[in-house]
């Protein structure tokens, strides 16, 4: 369903914004790659299947470089799921980690935003559900501007 009308997440509670990717160096090397895009499915699907675990949503796209959009519900969740032995996340970690990492074939980044409500903004208009309105709930935009607190001091 697309939404002409402006449109905005309806977010109430602070949330994790965790991007994360991988980028194919060496195209040839199908072997070291290969394993890599199959964990990195394998646990978008584990996710999708085990909301408990607390990712609310994602968006993923693909190409030379792969990315993935993912909103957390804490920090503390995604921090278990990554330790978790009995979960996807580590055992592909530890494989990167021992036989692809070192030979530069595929390069492996990641990125941790922690957000509140207040301190972002999203708008969506002439569009599904996505992204952060896919992962929450998407209402009529108020089009309000955002409050940043300033967080030194």
């Not at 990195?40 to 993935?68: D, I, Q, T, V």
């Not at 920090?75 to 278990?80: A, I, S, V």
Request: net charge positive.
């Amino acid at each position: 369903m697309i939404f002409k009308q402006r449109m905005e997440p309806l977010v109430d509670e602070p949330f994790i914004v965790f991007i994360v990717g991988f980028r194919i160096n060496n195209y040839w090397k199908i072997h070291k790659w290969l394993p890599v895009l199959r964990a990195f499915k394998r646990m978008l699907k584990e996710l999708e299947n085990n909301p408990g675990k607390g990712c609310m949503g994602y968006e993923y796209w693909s190409g030379r470089g792969r990315a993935c959009i993912q909103y957390w519900k804490s920090y503390q969740q995604l921090l278990d799921y990554a330790r978790d032995k009995s979960a996807g996340h580590f055992p592909a970690w530890f494989d990167f980690n021992s036989s692809v990492s070192r030979g530069g074939d595929v390069g492996l980044w990641h990125e941790i935003y922690f957000a509140k409500p207040g301190t972002f903004k999203a708008v969506y208009r002439n569009m599904p559900p996505y992204g952060l309105g896919k992962a929450t709930q998407l209402t009529p935009s108020k089009a309000t501007s955002i409050n940043v607190e300033s967080e030194t001091g």
